[in-house]
């Protein structure tokens, strides 16, 4: 029987790549998102076209109830997802000393609480199975640190510090855990940045290029891959060689 995946933030952008790539790879996918029943019902729709069965799922990540509620949902409706992709994420832009206790919350608690939430969550299952996959989104600016993007810097460099953790936590179990860490995709999150800056941003990246959420999704892929067994603990880069 197909195995079954979580993507979490997969209304739009990388989320949604991930989910059709997984879905091409011949898994169930449970399609989540915040609130963009369009964008996710969209997902749905092509990961279907691929012949798996897919579904959406709406919840705020950063509200921990929620998120087992959605555990319950998905648990009744498709089963427990074995590949976990957690996706969802907001960015903030501005100097540290403008930034107030709710954008720091709001970042936070998507980008850090979520991904705890979520491993929370769907962890027990995977370790009854004694097989898991889970994939952080992270970001470049996890590891070098952003100017003006602190926040969320700091969250994603926790994220990565929570994937190492994680990975020898679960080991024993048969799961494995890893995180990517992207450069600059070409997505709805960086619509806020000017043409030059895109254009600075792609004569900085050594590939010459901007990357695409497919190209994410690949590496997320073969992450969540039976082949990728013996790997844990890692955080691969796909920017391009920005870094
Ligand atoms: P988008 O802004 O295009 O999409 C974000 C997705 O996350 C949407 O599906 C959105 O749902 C969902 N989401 C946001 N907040 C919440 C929340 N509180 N609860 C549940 N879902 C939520 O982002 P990208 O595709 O660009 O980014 C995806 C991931 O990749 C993020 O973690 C991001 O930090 C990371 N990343 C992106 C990079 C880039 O250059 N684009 C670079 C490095 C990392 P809805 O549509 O309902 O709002």
């Known amino acids: 029987m197909a195995k079954l995946a979580l993507v979490t933030g997969a209304s739009r952008g990388i989320g949604a790549a991930i989910a059709e790539t997984l879905a091409r790879a011949g898994l169930n996918v449970a399609v989540h998102c915040r ?3 369009a964008g996710a019902e969209e997902t749905v729709r092509r990961c279907r076209e691929l012949g798996v069965q897919a579904q959406a799922f709406f919840c705020d990540v950063s509200d921990s109830a929620q998120v087992d509620h959605l555990r319950s949902e998905i648990h ?22 403008d930034t107030t206790d709710e954008e720091w919350r ?43 993007e602190a926040v969320y810097s700091a969250a994603k460099a ?19 855990v890893n995180a990517v860490a ?54 691969l880069g796909t920017d391009g060689g920005y870094l």
Request: glycine share 12%; aromatic share 6%.
């Open 182 to 235: 992207p450069g600059v995709i070409r997505t709805d999150m960086n619509a806020r940045h000017s043409a030059e800056t895109m254009d600075q941003l792609r004569e900085e990246t050594p590939l010459c290029r901007l990357g695409e959420p497919e190209d994410v999704a690949a590496a997320a892929a073969f992450l969540a891959s039976e082949q990728a067994g013996f790997i844990t603990g890692q955080v």
């Open 158 to 176: 926790g994220v990565i510090g929570l994937t190492k953790a994680l990975a020898r936590e679960l080991g024993p179990s048969g799961i494995t």
């Open 76 to 97: 009744s409706a498709m089963g427990d997802p074995l590949v976990l992709v957690n996706n969802a994420g907001v960015d903030a832009f501005g100097l540290l000393t």
């Open 35 to 37: 609130a963009n029943r």
């Open 106 to 148: 709001r970042v936070m608690g998507t980008d850090l609480d979520g991904v705890f939430y979520c491993c929370r969550a769907f962890i027990p299952a995977m370790v009854h199975q004694k097989w898991g996959r889970i994939l952080n989104i992270a970001s470049m600016w996890g590891i070098a640190g952003a100017s003006c």
